[in-house]
């Protein structure tokens, strides 16, 4: 069964701090992306990775950056946590080429206070 | 930004009636495709449609896509309360990247 896994399912963090969320994927896919979701405004793209070590802006990438060290492992930063990134964050994998199934990880419901 | 307006944004009905959902954009797509999410879940793809004018059924599930490859509906005929879920829409930039609609609301009361 291809699975993505996103670390964690619920986290609550402290405004000003320094967020990890992690995405694993075992289906050897070469893109990989991270969505955040708000009621109302469906899913928007934060940053998107097309191989390892690279990486490519989304629609709203600030407040936000991101490490591919591995094929398998995407990982969202947020350098100083905001009220205003209180969100749900999806990660997704697709192969190359287009018109190809996405699929998600369970998503992360994140929390600053 | 490319952007997909889906309408309604929620939808509430009883078991057996029909429904339409509709996902509009100013833009053309490569493809289309739609999603559905359950609560606590990412979406789960229903359905791909690549060619102007397409018309894909998925059991109780018509989707279609616009001539112009710009827009596409869902049709649900018939629905059922395992139907509840917030449906997707998503355009192929032909990019390697989707671009998500807005999202429908559905909920099926017995």
């Known amino acids: 069964d291809v699975k993505v896994t996103q670390s964690s399912r619920y986290l609550v963090k402290r405004t000003g701090e320094k967020v990890f969320l992690e995405c694993v994927q075992d289906?050897?896919?070469?893109?990989m992306f991270w969505y955040r979701q708000d009621p109302g405004l469906g899913l928007r793209l934060i940053y998107f990775?097309?191989?390892?070590?690279?990486?490519e802006k989304g629609d709203i990438p600030e407040g936000y950056s991101v490490s591919r060290e591995k094929k398998e492992r995407f990982s969202l930063i947020l350098e100083s946590a905001s009220t205003n990134q209180t969100s749900m964050y999806l990660c997704?994998?697709?192969?190359?080429?287009?018109?190809?199934?996405?699929?998600f990880g369970q998503g992360t419901r994140l929390t600053v206070v | 930004t490319q952007l997909l307006e889906q309408s309604p944004q929620f939808l509430s009905i009883q078991e057996g009636e029909n429904l339409t959902v509709y996902c509009n954009s100013s833009?053309?797509?490569?493809?289309l495709q739609w999603y559905r999410q359950e609560p606590g879940e990412g979406p789960v793809l229903l359905v791909t449609?690549?060619?102007?004018?397409e018309v894909k059924k998925l059991k109780r599930l018509t989707f279609q896509f616009g001539d112009a490859r710009k827009d596409s509906s869902l049709h649900i005929t018939a629905a059922q309360p395992g139907d509840t879920g917030l449906y997707l829409c998503?355009?192929?930039?032909?990019?390697?990247?989707?671009?998500f609609g807005t999202g429908t609301r559905l909920l099926v009361s017995p």
């Open positions: 997704a994998s697709t192969v190359h080429g287009g018109n190809t199934e996405a699929f």
């Open positions: 289906m050897d896919h070469e893109n």
């Open positions: 990775s097309y191989d390892v070590k690279m990486k």
């Open positions: 998503a355009g192929n930039t032909g990019f390697q990247k989707l671009v």
């Open positions: 449609v690549v060619t102007g004018g």
């Open positions: 833009s053309v797509f490569s493809s």
